[in-house]
């Protein structure tokens, strides 16, 4: 025995790290998936739009490691924000990595609740956001109008709820994987199930590396795949006053989305695209 185990040691391969077994998914998402810098100053028009002054308030619904939160409060000095987060994992992630950036004067003007959306812990906002469909893990009407009520409590009187919603036949195609190259690591959005009778999907981020490694399933969505109109009558039917759909402009050189949202009443069939519903209180 005590042969064996000196053979095994000493015939062991030294394993070096993988850049998969290095990485981490939270700051993989957060440079993949999150755009701070452009929701903030979106949230902020739309607001200014609605009621002429600025907002001071955002609640982040779903928030994970709460960057939009942090984003905000770096803005202006009156601004607060709300984190609201169900996962103890990414909130504490956002703390160690996203709140320690900030300015210790700009981290007291952050709350985070560790708690359900559909609560009504915490004060009430300006700008409510529930970003990246986070809302789609809500797969019935009476869920998801159970969460519209307790967002639409959760704002001031006056107070804009801004969800964002994607769409489009390519985004329906099931076993579709679509990668996007970063400067380390490759991105791959994986839709692996789409029902088309009760819109139940399931969907994977996945990230390669260039060493070969990989970190499959780094985050998996059970997800129903609303509508645009399911979801504006829902918002009207639990007491939001108007909704605007604000759809994404088209670069006329490259044919691809510009990054410029304006509100639309009626849009064309695109293959893929991704849109904001805002819903005034
Ligand atoms: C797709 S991530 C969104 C992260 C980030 N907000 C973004 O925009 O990318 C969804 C987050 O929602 C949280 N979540 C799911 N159900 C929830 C609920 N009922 N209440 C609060 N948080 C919930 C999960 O813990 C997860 O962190």
């Given at each position: 025995m005590l042969y064996i185990g000196k053979m095994t040691r000493k015939h062991k391969k030294k394993r070096s790290a993988t850049k998969a077994s290095c990485a981490d998914r939270y700051d993989l998402y957060l440079q993949a998936v999150q755009a701070p810098e452009h929701e903030v100053p979106f949230f902020d028009r739309v607001f200014r739009k609605a009621y002429g002054r600025p907002a001071s308030i955002l609640r982040e619904d779903f928030?994970?490691?709460?960057a939009v939160c942090c984003q905000w409060v770096k803005g202006r000095p009156n601004r607060h924000a709300i984190g609201v987060d169900l996962d103890p994992e990414p909130l504490a992630w956002g703390i160690k990595h996203n709140l320690d950036k900030l300015k210790p004067v700009d981290r007291t003007r952050i709350e985070l609740l560790q708690a359900d959306v559909r609560g009504n812990q915490g004060r009430r906002a300006d700008v409510l956001a529930a970003q990246n469909?986070?809302?789609?893990?809500?797969?019935t009407r009476d869920e998801l109008a159970r969460y519209f009520s307790a967002a639409h409590k959760n704002l001031r009187r006056q107070g804009v709820l801004v969800l964002d919603m994607m769409g489009g036949s390519e985004s329906i195609e099931e076993d579709r994987h679509d990668e996007t190259e970063h400067e380390d690591f490759t991105y791959i959005w994986d839709q692996a199930r789409f029902d088309p009778i009760t819109h139940d999907c399931t969907f994977f981020i996945h990230f390669k590396f260039s060493d070969g490694s990989e970190l499959p399933k780094a985050f998996r969505y059970d997800w129903r795949f609303w509508t645009l109109p399911e979801v504006r009558e829902i918002l009207l039917e639990t007491g939001f006053k108007h909704v605007d759909v604000y759809w994404e402009g088209t670069?006329?050189?490259?044919?691809?989305?510009?990054d410029v949202f304006r509100v639309r009443n009626h849009a064309p069939s695109e293959p893929a695209w991704i849109c904001y519903v805002v819903a005034h209180k």
């Open positions: 928030c994970g490691t709460f469909f986070s809302f789609w893990i809500f797969k670069d006329p050189d490259t044919g691809e989305g510009n």
